[in-house]
């Protein structure tokens, strides 16, 4: 080997060495470069960043704080409901959804809520295994999983003529401004009767307000089936079929009477509505232990069709009115504590509930009644009645009104027995047939100021 030869190796030597040296050198300043713009910009994140407002989802049932004219919206969007795994409703609502989606079905037009339902069927009876799903709900839970793809059942006591007028100061044709339908069951002839000597009773009923004009009134009593699997009870049938022939007011359909199987009553009796008396300017759904100003009820509504009146006069076209009112609960989240009344398992459900009104007592307009039951043939059925009217509400892009008169969760205990503290009420629950009484003789004379 020459002496070029060797030198050359030499500077090859130099300048491998030099090179493991910058990069010794350069590495560490690379790493503190970066470790430097990572520093930064968390702390530019840090400073810049804004926490969302901390939001108080109410628990339900409980009081309502909402005060405003009109219920809010849910702060994030009720419908975009993520296909949660195990949340049973969700997965079929999404799989219904899907189906009457436009622009995903395919073959053209479907054969409506009728396939969806009978595709629902299945996958209630298929999905993940039932008997892991199932095995800790609560009975009534079960029950109405199980039923729930079932919308229709026959009427057992009918009374298509209600809403004829029936009295000699009105013509026979005249519909009813206001139709009661109450909540109610087999067992509770002593509610039905104070509702029907108090603030429930059929005819013309004044307005409480100086001139108000009040208007025909018709009550109808909703009712399922007595049934032997919700309790030790004596067979009632026959005084309920004496009730019915003397007061004419009873509608029952035969589905067993339970809590979880209320919205059936939401849905055949929006049925019912349009067949019987699609003519009621407005509807009342509530229970058989509440207590209404049916007259100040009355000057409210007239009111709201006034207000209504001026705005579709000055229209060419013929505007339906979209009222709903209520006491409005918005932003709720389902009650997860096993022991309680409106139980709702993670397992069944998950997401936070639209605005709905308490199921106490709400008023709509008769006008709705049709687009509910449309829409509702696109709604899941969920197990408390009050929520699943707001999820139809919500499908329709409207929203319940709050009023502070419709008092879902009572009086103060301090004002209850006092008359004066009634003035500004329309709705408050719960009162017993024996307060009821009361309380309807104390208001028939304007109570003293507190």
């Known amino acids: 080997m020459n002496e070029d030869d060797n030198s050359h ?9 030099n090179g493991r040296l910058l990069c010794m050198c350069l590495l560490p300043c690379m790493m503190t470069f970066h470790l430097f713009i990572y520093v930064m910009v968390s702390v530019f994140v840090t400073v810049s960043y804004t926490p969302p ?23 994030g969007p009720f419908w975009n409901l993520r296909l949660e795994e195990g949340a049973l409703w969700n997965r079929l609502q999404h799989a219904w959804d899907r189906q009457n989606n436009p622009i995903l079905r395919r ?16 996958f209630v009876r298929l999905a993940d295994t039932p008997d892991d799903l199932l095995r800790d709900l609560p009975e009534q839970m079960r029950a109405f999983i199980w039923s729930m793809h079932r919308r229709e059942y026959p009427l057992l006591i009918d009374r298509p003529g209600t809403c004829g007028a029936n009295n000699a100061s009105v013509g026979p044709d005249t519909p009813p401004m206001l139709l009661m339908a109450i909540k109610s069951q087999v067992g509770n002839f002593e509610n039905r009767q104070a509702i029907r000597e108090t603030w ?43 009730e019915s022939q003397q007061h004419e007011d009873i509608l029952q359909w035969d589905f067993m009477d339970t809590f979880f199987n209320l919205t059936l009553k939401d849905l055949l009796v929006w049925r019912w509505v349009q067949t019987s008396c699609p003519g009621a300017l407005f509807v009342f759904k509530g229970d058989d232990d509440v207590f209404v100003r049916t007259g100040a009820l009355l000057d409210y509504l007239h009111g709201r069709w006034e207000e209504h009146s001026a705005v579709r006069n000055g229209s060419d ?11 409005v ?58 929520v699943y009217l707001g999820m139809c509400l919500h499908r329709l892009g409207l929203s319940p009104v709050h009023h502070q008169g419709f008092l879902t969760f009572d009086l103060p205990e301090s004002e209850r027995d006092k008359s004066c503290a009634y003035r500004s009420v329309l709705l408050v629950h719960k009162r017993s047939p024996k307060e009821m009484l009361t309380l309807w003789k104390q208001l028939q004379t304007p109570p003293p100021p507190c």
């Open 329 to 386: 609960i918005s932003n709720a989240r389902p009650n997860r504590e096993p022991a309680a009344k409106y139980y709702i398992p993670e397992s069944f459900y998950k997401g936070v509930y639209p605005p709905y009104a308490g199921g106490g007592g709400v008023v709509y307009s008769g006008s709705l009644v049709a687009r509910l039951r449309e829409v509702s043939e696109r709604v899941q059925l969920f197990p408390i009645d009050d």
């Open 107 to 122: 073959g053209g037009k479907m054969s409506g809520a009728t396939g969806a339902r009978k595709n629902c069927t299945s």
């Open 9 to 17: 190796d030499d500077a090859m030597a130099r300048c491998r060495c």
């Open 53 to 75: 407002p901390i939001v108080v989802h109410y628990v339900a049932p409980g009081a309502s704080a909402n005060t405003s004219a009109l219920a809010s919206h849910p702060l």
């Open 200 to 242: 429930g009773r059929s005819g013309l009923v004044r307005g409480e307000a100086a001139g108000g004009k009040g208007g025909l009134v018709r009550t109808v009593f909703l009712l399922g089936r007595q049934d032997a699997a919700t309790g030790p009870h004596p067979d009632l049938g026959s005084l309920l079929e004496l």
């Open 317 to 327: 076209d013929d505007v339906p009115m979209e009222l709903i009112v209520g006491d």
